[in-house]
Nanobody
Framework: VQLQAFGGGLVQAGDSLRLSCAVS???????AGWFRQGPGRERDFVAA????????YYANSVKGRFTISRDNAKNTVYLQMNSLIPEDTAVYYC????????????????????WGQGTQVTVSS
């Protein structure tokens, strides 16, 4: 399974970015998630969704500003990020989990089996 994340960049506070994560090598019912790791911080959960159904999950820090979605035909997961703030500066990682409890512990990076390479998002004030 391969995940390729792209779409990061340098933006100003208040701007928007859309990250994409193309998943190849395996399809099926999995949980897709986005995590981020800011300077000097641990990797934190950002958002997740189940590949089937409409359940989405967000960290409190991004709720109302970020939207996770998917394109089934392209096997791609997106993270639309609006109203960006400097605190959103981080390397963003996408991940997928095929385990039976991945959808339960979606906020834990231990629930994910495969990870993308990360894409840098920098928000200037």
């Amino acid at each position: 399974v391969q995940l390729q994340a792209f779409g990061g960049g340098l933006v100003q506070a208040g701007d928007s970015l859309r990250l994409s994560c193309a998943v190849s090598g395996r399809t099926g019912n999995y949980v897709a998630g986005w995590f981020r790791q800011g300077p000097g911080r641990e990797r934190d959960f950002v958002a997740a969704l189940r590949w089937t159904g409409d359940r989405t999950y967000y960290a409190n820090s991004v709720k109302g500003r970020f939207t996770i979605s998917r394109d089934n035909a392209k096997n791609t997961v997106y993270l639309q990020m609006n109203s960006l703030i400097p605190e959103d500066t981080a390397v963003y990682y996408c991940a997928v989990g095929f385990r039976s409890d991945s959808g339960v512990y979606y906020y834990s990076d231990l629930s994910y089996d495969y990870w993308g390479q990360g894409t840098q998002v920098t928000v200037s004030s």
